[in-house]
């Protein structure tokens, strides 16, 4: 297969290759995100033997504290049966003791051509310096699933759904990866969940598919509360963050405010843009679409510079007191009560 730099191959590549028939002898797939390791590893498996070549040719190892490098290698050493290649795939190789992971060198450094050696190592990384790494690298391909950040989840949504061949509206996806979160995984399912609901007439999702399906609430979830906040809905606003503070399992301060204080910078950034233009302003906060304007508008219009500082001070205080800090007997309810009090008056 082409050769890559490990920082620079991306699963895209790998996924490309593997389509191809072009496998590299060895795979060291690691990082933070486990959701793109496992689909990395799920593709090379389905594209490396054909069904009816696997019951004598592939090795899936769960590997545990207790697993010896030896073993592995033992079985990448083996021939093929009746096929143009072996498949060994190592599933929670970070189990594996560090000083057992390093015996895999040998074997590294001259891997056998016709096995295909897929190691798993999920939630943290080998150290690159390594020379079993280094190894790797030379012969085979060092893939690393970093961790994935709020602010990319929109763009995995769409990205996913087109795969599938549907598409979602902006509020939709905004409510998604604000109510599910980084799991890439749990977000993957939910979008299945959706597709299914939908089935095959409609291929646009929408807000009401998500509240219907994922299970958020219609009236009382963050992209409300911030609606709310920006009309400053005083109403509203009370009655979601009572909501919150009644249902903290499913409404936990530390999802919300992250939400809130994402908003009042976006603002900040929104009143010393140079461009007050739709463009300009879309391009100063990074938004693809001039729906997502909408609310900056109006939040303009009743709040002034000075009383969002203060508003971004105050909820850098209440996410100290969430997580502990200086909070004395206060209940995490209450700060988040008296945050919005203080937003709105």
């Not at 970070?94 to 798993?120: G, H, R």
Request: charged fraction near 25%.
């Amino acid at each position: 297969m082409p050769k890559k730099t490990s920082n620079t191959i991306s699963y895209e590549d790998i996924v490309r290759d593997a389509r191809a028939k072009k496998f590299a002898p060895i795979y060291l797939l690691m990082g933070e995100e486990s959701y793109y390791i496992d689909m990395v590893s799920n593709y090379i498996a389905e594209q490396a033997l054909l069904p009816e070549e696997r019951d004598f040719n592939e090795d899936i190892i769960y590997a545990t504290s207790e697993t010896e490098a030896k073993n592995i290698i033992n079985a990448a050493k083996r021939y093929p049966m009746m096929s143009e290649r072996r498949l060994i795939v190592v599933r929670e190789a970070q189990n594996i003791k560090k000083d057992e992971f390093d015996k895999l060198l040998p074997y590294a450094a001259k891997p056998m051509q016709s096995t295909v050696l897929v190691l798993c190592y999920k939630h943290g990384t080998v150290d690159r310096r390594k020379a079993v790494v280094t190894a790797i690298n030379k012969v085979g391909v060092v893939y690393e699933s970093a961790k994935f950040y709020d602010k990319e989840l929109p763009a995995f949504i769409n990205q996913y759904l087109r795969r599938k061949g549907y598409t979602m509206d902006p509020k939709a996806v905004v409510i998604m990866a604000d109510f599910v979160g980084t799991d890439l995984s749990h977000m993957a399912s939910e979008l299945d969940k959706l597709i299914v609901s939908v089935g095959q007439e409609r291929k646009q999702l929408t807000s009401e598919d998500v509240e219907a399906v994922v299970g958020v609430s219609k009236d009382y979830n963050n992209f409300e509360l911030i609606t709310a906040l920006a009309t400053k809905d005083v109403l509203k606003a009370n009655k979601i963050i009572n909501y919150f503070n009644k249902n903290q399992k499913t409404n936990p301060p530390f999802k919300t405010l992250p939400f809130i204080f994402n908003f009042f910078s976006n603002l900040m950034l929104y009143y010393y843009a140079p461009d007050k233009t739709e463009q300009g302003l879309m391009q100063q906060l990074g938004f693809k679409s001039t729906w997502q304007l909408k609310e900056y508008h109006i939040a303009a219009r009743n709040y002034t510079a000075r009383k969002t500082m203060n508003i971004i001070a105050k909820i850098r205080e209440t996410d100290a007191k969430a997580k502990g800090v200086e909070a004395g007997s206060t209940e995490p309810g209450d700060t988040m009560t008296e945050l919005i009090f203080f937003i709105l008056h």
